[in-house]
Nanobody, 115 residues
Framework: QVQLVESGGGLVQAGGSLRLSCAAS????????RNWYRQAPGKQRELVAS???????NYADSVKGRFTISRDNAKNTVSLQMNSLKPEDTAVYYC?????????WGQGTQVTVSS
């Protein structure tokens, strides 16, 4: 079973930056999309950013212009560059990779933005 492992979370002051990375332990075939979700305490998990098989990206309105999703097919990774972070970005961030058969999830990485 392929596993996704996130890294790069932590504590940062408002206005700062973090870069999250997600690596797969093996090969995932026929990927449709790579996504980053987040879940804040007491809130539903929400889609933050996605990149599909042809490289088209989409972002939640709340992060447009601040976050950038990217992928490295050779390294089988997906990253999320987060700039101008705000306290409301505080959440557990999850990597998600979807193909025609399955949705893979990482264990999550905590991002805390202090004011």
């Amino acid at each position: 079973q392929v596993q996704l492992v996130e890294s790069g979370g932590g504590l940062v002051q408002a206005g700062g930056s973090l870069r999250l990375s997600c690596a797969a332990s093996g090969t995932i075939f026929e990927i449709n999309a790579r996504n980053w979700y987040r879940q804040a305490p007491g809130k539903q998990r929400e889609l933050v950013a996605s990149i599909n098989s042809v490289g088209t990206t989409n972002y939640a309105d709340s992060v447009k212009g601040r976050f950038t999703i990217s992928r490295d097919n050779a390294k089988n990774t997906v990253s999320l560059q987060m700039n101008s972070l705000k306290p409301e970005d505080t959440a557990v961030y999850y990597c998600n990779v979807v193909n025609k058969w399955y949705a893979y999830w990482g264990q999550g990485t905590q991002v805390t933005v202090s004011s």
